[in-house]
């Protein structure tokens, strides 16, 4: 065996060979083989290049069609084999360095755009040809005796060695004559060609208008028509064509004959429901796609009055753990084994499932009573899920998430059912997964809500939508104003004032709390370095900054707090970095390292929400907080009077056991005077709640008629 080509060009040739030794025994051409090879290679060359170009031109591939008609490789088997050569060989021979999947995806629509290029060149020449026939007809008719004979020969040239078929009948619609071309088209003899009518053609898929054309052009009315129509072989498989028909009048304009003039169109037809298959089904799994889901749920929606669908969105649980421990190839297998089991769910008629992408699947149901057909189709997903698959001798469990959205048609567009299947579905997952979940309007809006804030936050905060409010912090002893909390809000153009819970989490979870965080901690050392200027008699206010998680663990936190202080000239103990109890927990020294740092600079660290979370109070000992926040849960049993014995011990217990450590007690929510005189008895040094004052600007922090309330 001869070894492969070595560089590019020599890769090209033997491909060129290749397609030359195919098509060359069918092409009526005087060129010797490698004569007609030289023919071809500049026809691979720009094949080879639209096959490795950055962005496809079907020109290419039209152009390449329309030159092999040029080629007068006109014979039907030509285009045949010449795409049949390209789909087989054009990729390894001149895609070597590209990715496969991505090369055969732009080799099949070359091949697209060749057969389109060739039918158009080729309908071009039938044209030609028809308007060389007609002519030739009426100059038989209307010449002189002397070049009759001459003129019928060249009409006889034409009419045999046509590439396309060609008929003539009379307006009866007996067959009169039929080129080879067309006999060939049929695969039956002349006379058996012969002995039909015109009308007996009739095909199950005929357009409506293809009959209705042929009478007006057999009753005159019409010049000619073109149409894509089918006929039946004797042998019953279907032959598909362009046909134009052309009316034929004699000397005096009076109706004569009709002409017919059929392209064999069946290979190409072939050719586009094989690509149209491609486009529409995952390779995969064999599948509808995500296209063709689209196609088929637009439909339903669409559908007349009193008509329904049922959608059922899923999406397997932990499917990427078994992607990352066994491989991408045993996830492949476990995908297509589901895709089987989905499509022994959805059998009934107007039932369909799809795989939209990667481990998520569609199941869609229509018709006038989906409310319970969906149900139950959910319930058999859910089912074929329970048995284990079994992969490389490994029994894997597979679980999924479905999300349930079905409704009345007409009401919903498809881009807006499947976003509501997906919140849903993930809702489900939310809840633990393995389970389906009906779609709830409300539950949607909150969703889209909350991804609507998450898109505006990076440009809320650019265009200064955020502020902040502040609350005292009153000591319980002499009822003076000891510092505030700096609370952020959020000006949002459409929902109004926006509290902390609608949008730290979102900013968390986007990593914008760091940021915002610098932003808050910059403005609140300001505000207090203002009180400190307008208050230069009283002792220092100090505020209150909470600090994320995510802050915790950002590395410039020192810094940017360090440089804050030393921008805006206030001292370290003015400020107060409040951390949650939560994000505490289990925390090693690299963590509070940071925390360590601030707190040697004088900073004060607060101990936010205690009692919350799994208090360790041994923790205590190593955390560097010098105040600690009681959660506002204690002060509800405070409320009413009695107070709740209880919670009176454990803010006992925690204030002695603060104290033993040289730590500040501040606790929240107090709401009436009752509970600040019990927090106060209890030994609890500041206090803030709605009872002193609730979060406003910062002016009216020294306005406050503080001391009346704690008397």
């Not at 995806?105 to 007609?134: D, F, K, N, P, V």
């Not at 009216?700 to 008397?711: F, M, S, T």
Request: glycine fraction near 8%; charge should be negative; charged fraction near 25%.
């Amino acid at each position: 065996m001869s070894a492969e080509p070595d560089g590019p060009e020599d890769r090209l040739r033997r491909f060129a060979t290749i397609w030359s030794r195919a098509v060359f025994p069918v092409t009526s051409t005087s060129l010797t083989r490698p004569e007609f090879e030289e023919q071809l290679l500049p026809l691979a060359r720009r094949l080879s290049e639209a096959l490795r170009a950055r962005t496809f031109e079907a020109a290419e591939g039209r152009s390449v069609g329309a030159a092999l008609v040029a080629a007068h490789c006109t014979d039907p088997e030509a285009l045949s084999r010449a795409l049949d050569c390209v789909d087989a060989y054009l990729v390894l021979y001149c895609g070597e360095d590209g990715p496969k999947e991505a090369l055969r995806t732009r080799s099949a629509r070359l091949q697209h755009a060749m057969a389109a290029g060739y039918a158009e060149a080729l309908r071009e020449r039938t044209l030609a040809e028809q308007q060389a026939i007609s002519q030739a007809a009426l100059t038989a008719r209307s010449a002189v005796a002397e070049a009759l004979h001459d003129s019928e020969a060249r009409f006889r040239a034409v009419f045999e060695g046509a590439a396309i078929g060609i008929g003539i009948a009379d307006l009866e619609g007996n067959i009169l004559q039929c080129n080879g071309a067309l006999l060939r088209m049929f695969g039956g003899s002349e006379q058996t060609m012969r002995g039909r009518k015109v009308t007996e053609w009739t095909h199950a898929e005929d357009a409506p208008q293809v009959w209705r054309l042929y009478e007006e052009l057999v009753r005159g009315e019409r010049e000619h028509y073109h149409v894509e129509k089918a006929f039946y072989r004797p042998d019953g498989t279907a032959l598909w064509t362009n046909l134009t028909v052309s009316l034929l009048r004699d000397a005096d304009g009076a109706p004569q004959y009709q002409l017919a003039l059929m392209e064999d169109t069946t290979e190409r037809r072939l050719l586009n429901l094989r690509l149209r298959y491609e486009a529409t089904h995952d390779a995969l799994t064999g599948l509808p796609n995500r296209t063709l889901f689209f196609e088929r749920l637009e439909k339903a929606l669409a559908a007349g009055e009193g008509q329904r669908f049922g959608l059922c969105y899923l999406d397997l649980d932990g499917f990427k753990t078994i992607n990352d421990s066994l491989g991408h190839a045993a996830g492949d297998r476990l995908l297509v084994e589901v895709a089987d089991r989905l499509q022994s769910c959805a059998t009934a008629p107007g039932e369909m499932v799809a795989r939209l992408g990667g481990d998520e699947f569609v199941a869609l149901t229509t018709g006038p009573d989906t409310e319970r057909k969906v149900d139950e189709l959910a319930g058999r997903i859910m089912n074929a899920l329970v048995t284990p698959v079994s992969i490389d001798g490994r029994d894997l469990t597979v679980r999924g998430s479905v999300g349930v959205v079905e409704g009345p048609a007409g009401e919903r567009g498809a881009a807006e059912v499947l976003r509501s299947a997906d919140i849903t579905m993930y809702r489900a997952k939310s809840a633990g997964g393995n389970r389906f979940e009906l779609a709830d309007p409300e539950a949607d809006a909150r969703a889209i809500t909350r991804n609507g804030l998450t898109t505006a936050l990076p440009a809320a905060l650019d265009r200064g939508e955020f502020f902040i409010e502040y609350q005292p912090l009153v000591h319980l002893g002499d009822g003076s104003v000891r510092g505030a909390e700096a609370l952020v809000r959020w000006l949002h153009p459409q929902h109004g004032v926006l509290g902390p819970d609608r949008f730290i989490p979102l900013a968390e979870h986007t990593g914008l709390i760091v940021p915002l965080g610098r932003w808050v901690l910059e403005q609140s050392v300001r505000q207090a370095r203002s009180w400190q200027e307008r208050n230069s008699d009283a002792g220092p206010l100090r505020v209150n900054v909470n600090l994320s998680p995510c802050q915790l663990t950002h590395p410039g936190l020192v810094q940017d707090t360090v440089d804050i202080l030393e921008r805006e000239g206030l001292d370290a103990q003015a400020l107060c970095l409040e951390v949650t109890e939560s994000a505490l927990i289990g925390a090693d020294d690299d963590l509070l390292k940071p925390l360590r740092r601030l707190a040697e600079m004088g900073v004060d660290i607060a101990l936010d929400d205690f009692g919350t979370g799994y208090s360790n109070l041994a923790n205590l000992r190593r955390l560097p907080v010098s105040i600690l926040k009681l959660d506002r849960s204690f002060t509800r049993g405070m409320q009413q009077f009695p107070a709740d014995p209880v919670d009176l011990k454990i803010v006992e217990g925690i204030v002695s056991l603060a104290h033993s450590l040289d730590l500040a007690v501040t606790v929240e929510g107090v709401e009436t005077g009752a509970q600040a005189e019990q927090l106060r008895i209890l030994g609890c040094d500041t206090a803030q709640g709605w009872y002193y004052a609730r979060p406003g600007p910062p002016e009216r922090l020294h306005e406050l008629a503080l001391v009346d309330a704690v008397g």
